[in-house]
């Protein structure tokens, strides 16, 4: 009887710490649109693009919390079949960036933004356009 209850104790516990660095991942990290773009994850923050053909936004987050941008420079390429454009985005507000102009987009479209917000490292994040 004994070994049956350490056997039963054994698998919950070994089941529990399997389970639990997973579900503290998944509440770490909230990657549905919150402005209605496309959610990428970068190896410093996460960041969602919201592109129209005359303004491009760039909002990011640290673990869904939103991060300051104040001080931040960054560009973004466009590639669209064999077209390639490059623009500047400017700090636009706490938590995004933005780029005004006529841009090329459509389903297809790629997009890398290079970011080095304000005290760190260059970070670049992709996104493709549906």
């Known amino acids: 009887m004994k070994h049956t209850t350490r056997l039963i104790t054994l698998a ?16 770490n990290h909230d990657h549905s649109p919150k402005h209605g773009g496309i959610v990428a994850e970068g190896k410093a923050f996460d960041a969602e693009l919201v592109a129209k053909p005359d303004l491009i936004t760039v909002h990011f ?12 420079k960054g560009k973004i390429t466009l590639l669209t079949g064999t ?14 960036m933005e780029a005004k102009g006529k841009f090329n987009l459509s389903a297809g479209t790629k ?11 260059p970070s670049t994040v ?5």
Do not use: C, Q, Y
């Open 83 to 96: 077209d390639k454009s490059e623009v500047e985005l400017m700090p636009a507000g706490d938590s995004r």
């Open 111 to 121: 997009a890398v933004a290079e970011i080095t917000l304000e005290g760190r490292k």
């Open 126 to 130: 992709r996104f493709a356009i549906k």
């Open 61 to 72: 987050s640290d673990r869904g919390k939103p991060m300051m941008t104040k001080g931040a």
């Open 12 to 27: 919950a516990l070994t089941l529990g710490v399997a389970i639990t660095p997973a579900a503290f991942a998944a509440g």
